[in-house]
C-alpha cells in the first residue's frame, strides 16, 4: 500500500513549480528533502489562478499589501505567452476571496490562509 506524501512535500512541490522558484528553495522553506518534492510533483500542474495568486503574496512570503493587478498580468504575460487585463487578474483571485483565503478591497489584499 503507497503511503500519503507528506503534506509540505507537497506544498513544496507546488510552490516548486511557479517560475523562479528551484527545487532547493521550496525544500529549505518546507523542510523537506528533494526526493520528496520531486516524487509530489508527479502530475501536479499550477492553474493560472494559483500562479495569479502566488504573485500576489509572493509565493505565500506577505501577508498583506498592494492590490498590483497590472503587475500580476504582466507577470502572467510573460509566463504564459498571453494577454492579460486587471479584469482576468481579479478574476483568477476570486476563487481564493470566495474560499475565505484572501480579503481585498479597492487597492490592498490580506491573505488569511498559507499559501501554497
Known amino acids: 500500500m503507497a503511503r500519503e ?7 513544496a512541490a507546488r510552490l516548486s513549480l511557479v517560475p523562479g522558484v528551484s527545487i532547493a528553495a521550496a525544500c529549505r522553506r ?3 528533502t528533494p526526493h520528496a518534492v520531486k516524487k509530489a510533483r508527479t502530475g501536479l500542474k499550477l492553474t493560472s489562478s494559483e500562479l ?6 509572493r509565493n505565500g512570503t506577505m501577508r498583506a ?5 497590472v503587475s500580476i498580468a504582466r507577470w502572467l504575460e510573460y509566463i ?7 479584469r482576468e487578474v481579479r478574476k483568477l483571485i476570486q476563487p481564493y476571496i470566495t ?3 484572501l480579503e481585498t478591497d479597492e487597492d ?9
Do not use: C, H, K, S
Open 5 to 11: 506524501p507528506d503534506p509540505n512535500a507537497i506544498r
Open 30 to 32: 518546507f523542510r523537506v
Open 52 to 57: 495569479a495568486f502566488a504573485a500576489l503574496t
Open 65 to 69: 499589501g498592494p492590490l498590483e493587478l
Open 80 to 86: 504564459e505567452q498571453r494577454r492579460y487585463n486587471e
Open 99 to 101: 474560499a475565505g483565503q
Open 108 to 116: 490592498r489584499w490580506r491573505l488569511l490562509a498559507d499559501w501554497p
